[in-house]
């Protein structure tokens, strides 16, 4: 590779009088010379916008042209990407451009109407609308020639990416321009990206999945982006031919939604080599190579940094790799020491889960972690005693590999044992009709918690619950702890924009749901009923039977 670049500035200044195709859609092609164009447009129009206070545009968009031409835009002028996510409530949305400080916000027809609507703290000269041709008027008067401005390198604050918030209140991620150039001359050396490669975007622009593991690498490379404005499963293929795509990301639900597609006979007739992604599990994993002929990679990162593992070809199918370097280790978070290796069973359980399983930290400091805006309580729970704190759960086998075991809180005690969510769901996901798993805790109405699961199906009206309770039974790696207790079956389950599944919204919710769910209150082999209104009345009373009405008020 060439000289390497300190920032995204100098990085897209590379692409300067570069024909490569950069950018393309179905509608139309801009090679890299031309995005850089676009880019500094962008940037010349938000600095002539700019107005006291932090310089933060906020881009409530799908994937299209304008958001990565404000990207590139952004990194010139000295700003900061805010990316706003469509799918948030009126107040969760209002909430997030106030706290970012967003003093532009970039969106386009709906989105503005959507704005009108909420108490988002800016006038709605400050709202720039893509698709109106004062916009556009707007971007063609500061056409200027392509220089960053002065001050910007590697320090400079480009982005704030906020949290899926799948379990929790959403937090603001800061990454700075030096630190996304680190993670794209990373990613290429790992991941093989090169200047040949066609980038399939399919993945949402507000999120780091798609900026960190796919634009980066891409304008570093010269390689070509490929965007669709959001995942489609039945799409997918038809773009990867259109385009010609070598590559992708993705998230667990989106692959789980990919692979429920019918197969055809001629799914391995693409261009695809290889893609990248967290979370799928290990049998759509396969599944996916099997059908398409490509190679994933399934690898382990969250928007705040911390890279702890590193790929090995020969670890178990489930595992991380190997700990990235020696102080990458799990541990205890009351005593602080590593925990002891995970002893696993012939089916991959782990037989030591209370002693083995703790939370992945790098001793080595918090080098990739540049903090949460405006949280600093957040920033002191994420780093402590110099210590980075993933904030997720894992374990080393004897063999030295490292295991994601969820998010914390994904850990239900049942029966005084804890019992991991993330592998019941990798099981449920197993089931031929489940397209999407969901495990959680709810609480038992004499003690403890119970296991509680929410599947999608396509048809919920005509889910087998019988069939689905033998398949479950058959399972040689679910322990008899890991049977649901209660089973949701929904057609949609709830998600971020980045296809994960918000959990906290189905624990809130537990059996008081419109959907069907069915409870499971014998011995033996699960016998799944569905629960009508009276029944989840009952199951509530209990509660009160048992002194614990607090715990479903």
């Not at 400050?126 to 041709?133: E, F, N, Q, T, Y």
């Not at 090995?312 to 290796?341: F, I, N, S």
């Not at 991959?348 to 400091?365: H, L, M």
């Not at 809130?508 to 989840?536: K, S």
Request: net charge negative.
């Amino acid at each position: 590779m060439a000289d390497r670049h300190p920032d995204v500035a100098s990085m897209l200044l590379a692409r300067l009088g570069d024909e490569r195709l950069g950018l393309r859609t179905r509608d139309r092609d801009w090679t890299w010379d031309e995005v850089v164009g676009e880019s500094a447009a962008r940037a010349g129009l938000a600095r002539h916008l700019r107005v006291p206070g932090p310089f933060h545009v906020g881009v409530l968009l799908a994937n299209v042209p304008d958001f990565v031409f404000w990207l590139g835009g952004a990194a010139l002028a000295g700003a900061t990407v805010v990316g706003l996510n469509p799918t948030r409530g009126a107040a969760d949305l209002a909430a997030d451009i106030r706290h970012a400080d967003c003093q532009l916000i970039v969106t386009d027809t709906d989105g503005a109407d959507r704005l009108r609507g909420i108490d988002h703290g800016l006038p709605e000269e400050r709202v720039l609308i893509v698709d109106d041709p004062g916009y556009r008027a707007a971007v063609a008067a500061h056409r200027t020639a392509p220089v960053a401005a002065s001050g910007v390198g590697p320090a400079s604050l480009f982005l704030l990416l906020f949290t899926s918030g799948t379990t929790g209140t959403s937090k603001a991620v800061k990454c700075s321009q030096g630190r996304l150039a680190r993670i794209a001359y990373a990613a290429t050396e790992k991941f093989g990206h090169h200047r040949g490669d066609v980038d399939y975007c399919c993945m949402p622009l507000f999120h780091g999945n798609a900026i960190m593991a796919l634009w980066a690498p891409a304008l570093v490379n010269g390689a070509t982006v490929c965007l669709t404005p959001s995942f489609s499963a039945s799409r997918f293929l038809s773009d990867i031919r259109y385009f010609g795509a070598t590559f992708f990301t993705y998230v667990g639900k989106a692959l789980a939604y990919l692979m429920a597609t019918p197969e055809e006979s001629d799914d391995a007739d693409n261009t695809l080599t290889r893609g990248f992604g967290t979370e799928a599990s290990p049998e759509d994993q396969a599944e996916f190579r099997r059908r398409f002929g490509a190679e994933l990679f399934e690898g382990y990162g969250s928007s705040e940094g911390g890279a702890v593992a590193t790929p090995d070809p020969a670890a178990p199918a489930g595992a991380l790799g190997r700990p990235a370097h020696q102080d990458v280790v799990v541990v205890d978070p009351e005593t602080l020491t590593p925990c002891p290796a995970a002893v696993l069973d012939p089916q991959g359980r782990v037989t030591n889960a209370d002693e083995a399983i703790g939370e992945i930290v790098d001793r080595r400091g918090a080098r990739d972690f540049e903090g949460y805006w405006r949280n600093d309580a957040a920033d002191a729970e994420r780093v402590r005693n110099g210590w980075y704190w993933s904030g997720d759960l894992g374990y080393v086998d004897t063999q030295g590999f490292l295991y994601f075991a969820g998010r914390r809180g994904d850990w239900i005690r049942v029966d005084g044992e804890n019992t991991s969510a993330l592998a019941i769901e990798r099981v449920l996901r197993r089931h031929p009709e489940v397209i999407a798993a969901a495990v959680y805790g709810v609480p038992d109405p004499r003690s403890g918690d119970q296991v509680m699961a929410a599947v999608e199906v396509a048809e919920p009206g005509t889910f087998d619950v019988d069939a689905f309770a033998v398949f479950v039974s058959s399972q040689e790696d679910l322990g008899s702890k890991g049977f649901p207790r209660l089973l949701r079956v929904s057609p949609r389950l709830p998600a971020t924009g980045s296809n994960k599944i918000l959990k906290r919204d189905l624990q809130a919710q537990r059996w008081h749901t419109e959907e069907r769910v069915y409870r499971w209150a014998g011995r033996g082999r699960p016998d799944y009923r569905l629960m009508t209104a009276e029944d989840r009345a009952a199951l509530d009373e209990e509660f009160a039977q048992h002194g614990r009405a607090s715990y479903v008020g």
